[in-house]
């Protein structure tokens, strides 16, 4: 008899999470593309999501461990490769100016606090004599605690769909995020897609990518390191 690792409830739990996981990169998506306003949906999807991870989380801990694991796994080692991530992006716009800026904080940070209320209203600040202000703490802090919660939820939603994987599956999920940021509208209207109006054309794309699969790496390493369970097409498979 095989032992069925994965019950209807605990299928119909991930899929719950990759929803919620997913509220946070949909953010920046949704806003620029003016579906919703960036304060609307700050208020009643990004805040929210949070706190269905964290029932999710409590509620796979008392009831679901196996589910449980896998989420707090990819939680954890998604906010360290996120700083694997960023100790390439960092350089990349402070040092070596491939990029425009610290684009990555500062502009969710803009939108958060409802500094910028678009993306049209964000150029115009960047353009304005006067965009080079000093930017509140509050920017600084409520854009770094997004960018770190979205590289926690892409990290979460992987080890929920691959499990320990082989490492080098992490590289493949860190090139598909590369190749999703270069096509993001909020990108396409600021500097092109892939940023090919920014410098020489290929400089954004190509710390981007290095970064993304920095990022990648580190997931697919510690991943295969501490999930103890293999990808859902896997377990499945051994169910049938």
């Keep these: 008899m095989k032992t069925v690792l994965f019950d209807k409830k605990e299928t119909g739990l991930i899929i719950i999470s990759i929803i919620a996981l997913g509220a946070s990169v949909n953010y920046l998506i949704a806003g620029s593309l003016n579906i919703i306003s960036f304060d609307s949906y700050r208020n009643f999807i990004l805040l929210p999501s949070v706190v269905v991870v964290v029932v999710l989380v409590r509620y796979g801990i008392s009831k679901k461990r196996l589910f ?9 080692i998604g906010t360290l490769a996120t700083l694997a991530l960023e100790a390439i992006r960092i ?9 425009p800026g610290d684009d990555m904080i500062m502009m969710p940070g803009m939108f958060l606090t409802q500094m ?13 004599p006067e965009g080079n202000m000093p930017i509140p703490p509050s920017v600084i802090v409520s854009g770094a605690l997004y960018h770190f919660w979205n ?37 396409i209207m600021m500097k092109g897609p892939f940023g090919i109006q920014y410098m020489d054309g290929y400089n954004i794309f190509v710390i981007a ?3 993304h699969l920095a990022y990648g790496a580190v997931l697919g390493v510690l991943s295969q390191k501490f999930v103890k369970h293999d990808s859902l097409l896997k377990l499945a498979r051994s169910d049938l």
């Design 68 to 76: 449980a694991g896998r989420l707090l796994s990819g939680l954890w």
């Design 209 to 211: 990518l290095i970064a």
């Design 116 to 128: 910028a209320l678009s993306i049209m209203d964000l150029m115009e600040m960047m353009m304005h």
């Design 151 to 187: 590289g926690a939820t892409m990290g979460a939603m992987y080890t929920l769909v691959m499990g320990k994987g082989r490492w080098y599956y992490g590289l493949a999920w860190g090139f598909i995020i590369n190749i999703g940021m270069m096509l993001a509208p909020w990108l």
């Design 91 to 99: 350089p990349g716009y402070l040092v070596f100016h491939w990029l």
